[in-house]
């Protein structure tokens, strides 16, 4: 079951925030309320909010020490959405770090596209910082060497990846069509195709056309001279001469 989105609404009239809390409920929110800001720093010991919905004027703790309250080294812990009775706050509010704000009155109906809109692309960020926790976390390796391609395959297994070994181009456009990596390293000189072909022909297959593939080869002059070359072909993320496992690994990580 999908976690609901939390929201607490701190904002002393009544009838507004009863109406934005049955609102905001009724799109599948949580909702909590408080009717200043005393109640909101109570409500935030046992909630922990996606947005929080802020009126700047309030009796006991207004909207700014509650603000105040919630930040560290000027940045607030939570999303805040800021409400004002003064429409030329706009000035004011590029000085804090809120993800917007709203004059009163206001329709409902547009403070909800609002809020939406913020929680949504919030949502979508922490997702990409999940992804980008977990890239890269499957690769493959082509290699034709074996003692090489078992170091390899150790040395990636140690950094934590799930390691696929082939040992020629063909075994690798055919085995990696059924189970696909998110970065593959191939030798340039395999023994069959070469290590460029494989990568535009599995770039040209739709199941394997996101992969971000690494082209190496050895510390060999020759091959430095055409490095250039090699890495504006079709598909090739990066082109190194690798003299150990750490210059591949090295070059993963730096995608």
Same mark, same amino acid.
């Not at 800001?37 to 947005?51: I, N, R, S």
């Not at 075994?171 to 070469?194: F, G, H, Q, Y």
């Given at each position: 079951?999908?976690?609901?989105?939390?929201?607490?609404?701190?904002?002393?009239?009544?009838?507004?925030?009863?109406?934005? #809390?049955?609102?905001? %409920? *009724? =799109?599948?929110?949580?909702?909590?309320?408080?009717?200043?800001?005393? %109640?909101?720093?109570?409500?935030?010991?046992?909630?922990?909010?996606?947005?929080?919905?802020?009126?700047?004027?309030?009796?006991? *703790?207004?909207?700014?020490?509650?603000?105040?309250?919630?930040?560290?080294?000027?940045?607030?812990?939570?999303?805040?959405?800021?409400?004002?009775?003064?429409? !030329? @706050?706009? %000035?004011?509010? =590029?000085?804090?770090?809120?993800?917007?704000?709203?004059? #009163?009155?206001?329709? &409902?109906?547009?403070?909800?596209?609002?809020?939406?809109?913020?929680?949504?692309? #919030? !949502?979508? %960020?922490?997702? $990409? !910082?999940?992804?980008?926790?977990?890239?890269?976390?499957? /690769?493959?390796?082509?290699?034709?060497?074996?003692?090489?391609?078992?170091?390899?395959?150790?040395?990636?297994?140690?950094?934590?990846?799930?390691?696929?070994?082939? =040992?020629?181009?063909?075994?690798?456009?055919?085995?990696?069509?059924?189970?696909?990596?998110?970065?593959?390293?191939? #030798? *340039?000189?395999?023994?069959? /195709?070469?290590?460029? *072909?494989?990568?535009? =022909?599995?770039?040209?297959?739709?199941?394997?056309?996101?992969?971000?593939?690494?082209?190496?080869?050895?510390? @060999?002059?020759?091959?430095?001279?055409?490095?250039?070359? &090699?890495? $504006?072909?079709?598909?090739?993320?990066?082109?190194?001469?690798?003299?150990?496992?750490?210059?591949?690994?090295?070059?993963?990580?730096?995608?």
């Amino acid at each position: 079951m999908e976690k609901k989105a939390k929201i607490l609404i701190i904002d002393d009239e009544m009838d507004l925030r009863e109406n934005l #809390k049955y609102v905001f %409920q *009724m =799109k599948g929110y949580a909702v909590e309320v408080a009717e200043d800001g005393v %109640q909101g720093l109570k409500k935030l010991e046992t909630c922990t909010p996606d947005l929080i919905i802020l009126d700047l004027n309030m009796p006991n *703790m207004g909207g700014i020490e509650f603000y105040q309250h919630i930040c560290e080294r000027d940045v607030p812990k939570y999303p805040v959405f800021v409400l004002t009775a003064r429409a !030329n @706050m706009e %000035q004011f509010f =590029k000085d804090f770090n809120v993800d917007g704000f709203m004059a #009163k009155p206001f329709e &409902i109906p547009e403070l909800l596209n609002e809020v939406m809109a913020i929680i949504e692309k #919030k !949502n979508a %960020q922490v997702q $990409h !910082n999940l992804q980008k926790t977990v890239s890269y976390k499957k /690769i493959f390796i082509v290699e034709n060497d074996e003692i090489f391609s078992a170091k390899l395959g150790m040395a990636f297994l140690s950094k934590g990846f799930t390691v696929n070994l082939a =040992k020629s181009g063909t075994e690798a456009i055919e085995r990696m069509s059924s189970a696909v990596p998110e970065v593959a390293c191939i #030798k *340039m000189n395999l023994t069959d /195709i070469p290590g460029d *072909m494989v990568i535009s =022909k599995l770039k040209r297959m739709v199941k394997t056309s996101e992969i971000r593939f690494i082209l190496f080869t050895y510390g @060999m002059a020759e091959r430095e001279i055409v490095a250039d070359i &090699i890495q $504006h072909k079709l598909g090739v993320d990066k082109f190194i001469v690798a003299n150990s496992e750490k210059d591949l690994i090295d070059a993963v990580e730096s995608l």
